[in-house]
């Protein structure tokens, strides 16, 4: 058996990393239901193996972030969306739309991590964030994950008055399957004539074909994805989704998205599609913003009590949140 932490010491991952990955290895031990073959019982175990971790390595979110719970509907039903509202600041604020990862199966906005990230992005942003609960394959394959979001962006814009923030001050952001959920949003609202106003991409999954990447070959030993076959397979099922895009290396035109900051992270399987996006959107003159977290795995961001390149990354996720509620130009700049 590999020994996935030693293997990432010796790769040169920063040491506060194989700590954590030393304790995902250790919690995830005593969660065999990790292993079921039922959906929702891996999902409820990796919840609490993400809960566990991130009370140990995540800090505490500002208390006074204010935490309100809305059921938003959409053309499935009803999904879950939970606002941070940051304390004391003015109005009309910015608004941002939060899409969290898990891979398409995993995930939710109730994670531990997702909450004590969100409270301080929002406290220290000055930004009103709000988090999709959006519904998850192999229950619910592609397209309706990306349906909830769409529908919770259209949500927000019409219900933006009633939370004191300008309808054409959103903008949207999400961490691996939700970087891959937020780009798509983002072209989807281009092309219905919406202009948002910027997208966070942390770690994203901006393409389903990565595993000609470099950084696949190389780095997908430190990083649990499985098998990407049976993933792709279980968020796309049985639909055909020819002429829809289904990762947003799809989009072939990326003139007029938003200004954009890109997150990767130097020894993440998704680091090499993801700075060739990003690449992508500079070349189609998308003002954006790029940066490698050096000595960082998929996921390992999140791990800001032990991590000052962890806590670096917050603070440029919040600088750039804190710059664009703060201009005054166009939404363009």
Do not use: K
Request: charged share 20%; aromatic share 6%.
């Amino acid at each position: 058996m590999v020994n996935v932490p030693e293997l990432a010491r010796a790769a040169g991952v920063e040491p506060a990393v194989v700590d954590w990955l030393a304790a995902l290895v250790e919690i995830a031990e005593g969660l065999p239901e990790l292993q079921s073959p039922d959906p929702a019982r891996r999902r409820g175990a990796a919840n609490e193996l993400s809960d566990a971790v991130a009370r140990r390595f995540t800090l505490i979110g500002e208390a006074q972030c204010v935490v309100s719970e809305y059921q938003v509907p959409t053309r499935a039903g009803q999904i879950t969306v939970l606002h941070y509202r940051p304390p004391g600041q003015e109005r009309p604020r910015l608004g941002h739309l939060s899409l969290h990862g898990g891979g398409f199966v995993l995930g939710s906005v109730r994670e531990v991590v997702n909450d004590r990230l969100l409270r301080h992005r929002a406290a220290a942003g000055g930004v009103d964030i709000f988090a999709v609960e959006y519904r998850l394959a192999p229950e619910h394959p592609f397209p309706a994950g990306l349906e909830d979001c769409l529908d919770a962006l259209n949500w927000l814009i019409e219900a933006a008055p009633q939370f004191g923030i300008a309808p054409d001050r959103i903008g949207i952001g999400g961490i691996s399957a939700g970087g891959n959920l937020a780009g798509l949003v983002a072209a989807h609202a281009r092309d219905s004539g919406l202009l948002l106003d910027h997208q966070v991409l942390e770690v994203p999954g901006v393409s389903l074909d990565i595993e000609q990447d470099d950084s696949y070959r190389q780095f997908s030993a430190l990083s649990d994805f499985g098998d990407l076959s049976e993933l792709r397979a279980a968020y796309l099922g049985t639909a055909d989704p020819v002429g829809a895009w289904t990762a947003p290396a799809e989009i072939v035109d990326l003139t007029g998205l938003p200004p954009t900051l890109m997150l990767t992270a130097e020894f993440d399987p998704l680091r090499d599609s993801g700075e060739r996006y990003a690449a992508r959107l500079a070349e189609a003159d998308v003002p954006t913003q790029s940066w490698r977290a050096p000595g960082h795995l998929h996921g390992s961001t999140s791990i800001t009590a032990s991590s000052a390149i962890a806590r670096e990354w917050q603070s440029r996720v919040i600088d750039f949140l804190r710059h664009r509620a703060g201009r005054t130009a166009s939404p363009r700049t």
